[in-house]
């Protein structure tokens, strides 16, 4: 590995990842898809972990998001990748989070048809119609590209209000306040959706198990799910603090450094597995690598249906960061630290 890894060792910085605890085996030889090594000029790829802005109790204002987007647009990526279930993803599959909409009802409503939509939609966004896009995008399960077109321009469907409760989530998520403003002003057309939700790389270890498994390992189980538990505590009231007295900037900045990724690397590859009753924490870490494989996969997916692709820039939930580097490395694209893209913060 080419990044320096710092012997963080405490069960405290190992509570980094477990932001749902709340998600490994050693990497494959290959990630499914032709090596970016084997390829003339692999892309750059840019991984900015972020907290997931739409489901945080704290207020982020726009004045604290700004210089982070400010700073990002230099990198000028021709491809954005958001943390978002794909529009060819079966509806109601796995954990389908996305929000249920009759179409139909909207074929009828908009006297339109579902009939050629993707060449419909290449007219629309070759033509500079926000609003037609939108709606293609929407009629063909695309919510994102669709928000994308929403929450740039003013559009009568935008104010119903189904369809408007999820754009306005969508535009108080990551993606919408740092991915599409920064896609936008690099000229991007269209945003890559990458997320993998199957049942096959599911979260189990919740509170409530981690709890039963106590109950039914005896005492040593429980001493070890105690250290655990205790450790994500104290270490969620660290970071709270953090936030509190050092700001945006540089809780971006903290959750894109060694630091956390050490942390991860650490509570996957060693603590979790620790958890060995019922083999509970391998099968875990197991389930979380999966799912980076998938999500990193249709990345690939995406670059090779393209040949103009040389920056790559993804947004995603910060406990995705340390696998996805490791994923793009091992593909051997040409990773891009955030923190030069990233601006200075209090203490950061």
Known sequence: MSRYRSPVRTLALLAACIVPLVGATPL???TGAEPAADRDDPPRILILGSEHMAQTEREIPDSAVAPIVESLRRYRPDMVVVEYLPPEWPKGKGRDYRPGFDLDEYVREWETSTDGLEGRIDAAVAAGDACRAARLFFLKRDQVNAAYRWTAADCAAERD???????????????????????????????????????????????????????QG????????????????AFRG?????????????????RNSDFWLDAQEQLYEEAMPRLSYENAGRRQTDNYW??????????????QRRDDVERILVVVGAGHKYFLDELARKAGWRWVDPLDYLPEGPGG
């Open 161 to 215: 209000s189904a369809i408007g409760s999820m754009v306005d989530h969508l535009a108080e998520h990551e993606m919408g306040r740092i991915a599409f403003p920064v896609a936008r002003s690099a000229g991007v057309e269209r945003i890559v959706s990458f997320d993998y939700q199957g049942d096959d790389a599911r979260w189990f270890m919740s509170p409530d198990y981690l709890k039963g498994l106590a109950e």
């Open 28 to 30: 494959p030889d290959s």
């Open 218 to 233: 005896g005492p040593d189980v429980k001493a070890q799910v105690d250290s655990l538990m205790a450790a994500v505590k």
């Open 238 to 254: 660290r970071e709270a603090e953090f936030e509190k007295t050092h700001g945006l900037a540089a809780t971006f900045r903290r």
């Open 290 to 303: 999966l799912r980076n494989r998938e999500m990193f996969s249709n990345i690939e997916e995406a670059v």
